[in-house]
């Protein structure tokens, strides 16, 4: 049994987060983010023969990265589908599920996608790049309202109308194709000492609205939900607060928006325990080898 790829990034909170799983020898297993398969490995190091993992990912380079294992099952496809294809494989409960919610490095070095603010690239920022709208088509098209609200939502940015503005000002000349004309359109608005930051969190709206990720979460863990069976684990690892909070909510009242239901007794009613009441962040020597963790947290809850 050979084992190969071509890691394109470190795996964040690697044993904590499988470890949360409790990896059962016989268990069957997903993992939504397949990415660099690192996660994917570690659960395969623990699985016996009867185990079985079936790894999930959108992205055509994510295929290089390929396990050769006949207890490996890649699916090519988005996570927020889970339900869909765990009943194509005749799957009707799983004993663990892993997400690795962030962006991977690959991603960000890869100049022609368009994530980064580092290079100049095609405004595209689609994780699936067989499908879809852009980057540049939502800059280009949507009205100044629309885009307003994507800033303030996913980037939280408090000066949204105002790079709305911009922005609209800017394709009344002429079309936004690349990060640079981006970047160029808004520069005045953003103070110098956090202008890096703040830019960061505009490109990371864009790229939430281009891959509907808050939407696909919240389809993933719904069908995540489902699909536990009782004692099952989910990990879940976060990188800023949108996400997160979908997660705590799911983990803590499962629903997205955090509904807390409770019964004749005013007990929480609750389809999920908490393994960590902490929520687990990475070291401060995995955050000096892998600066991608910084703001990663862990949170892990077991079906009841």
């Known amino acids: 049994m050979t084992i190969t790829a071509d890691a394109y ?33 570690e659960i395969l190091s623990r699985l016996g023969r009867k185990g079985h993992l079936y790894s999930f990912d959108q992205d055509a ?23 869909n294809w765990m009943r194509y494989y005749e ?8 997400a690795d919610l962030g962006v991977s490095s690959h991603h960000f070095d890869d100049a022609e996608r368009g994530f980064s603010l580092r290079f100049e690239a095609p405004l595209d920022m ?4 067989r499908a879809g709208q852009t980057a540049a088509d939502i800059v280009n098209e949507y009205d100044e309202k629309r885009l307003a609200d994507i800033f303030y939502l996913y980037g939280e940015l408090k000066q949204s109308r105002h790079i709305a503005a911009a922005i609209a ?11 640079t004309d981006l970047l160029a359109a808004t520069e005045k608005l953003f103070q110098r000492e956090r202008e890096k930051k703040e830019q960061a969190k505009m490109f990371q709206a864009l790229r ?97």
Do not use: C
């Open 91 to 98: 799957v009707d409960h799983l004993d663990g599920l892993i």
């Open 208 to 304: 939430i609205e281009v891959n509907h990720e808050m939407d696909a979460l919240r389809d993933m863990l719904r069908g995540a939900t489902q699909l536990l069976g009782k004692g099952g684990r989910l990990s879940v690892i976060t990188y800023h607060s949108l996400e997160d909070r979908i997660v705590k909510n799911v983990m803590r009242a499962g629903n997205a928006e955090g509904r807390v239901e409770q019964d004749f007794f005013g007990r929480v009613s609750s389809p999920f325990r908490l393994v960590n009441n902490k929520v687990i962040t990475p070291t401060d020597e995995e955050m000096r080898h892998n600066p991608r963790s910084r703001s990663a947290k862990l949170r892990i809850a077991e079906k009841i």
């Open 126 to 129: 689609r994780m699936n790049k």
């Open 169 to 179: 000002a800017w394709r009344k000349e002429r079309k936004l194709v690349t990060t």
């Open 9 to 41: 990034h470190v795996p964040v909170l690697l044993r904590e987060s499988i470890d949360g799983l409790a990896v059962k020898p016989d268990g069957v297993y997903v993992d939504v983010t397949f990415g660099g398969g690192g996660h994917s490995r």
């Open 61 to 83: 380079d994510a295929e290089r990265n390929i396990v050769d294992d006949e207890r490996f099952t890649f699916v090519r496809s988005n996570f927020r589908y889970i339900s």
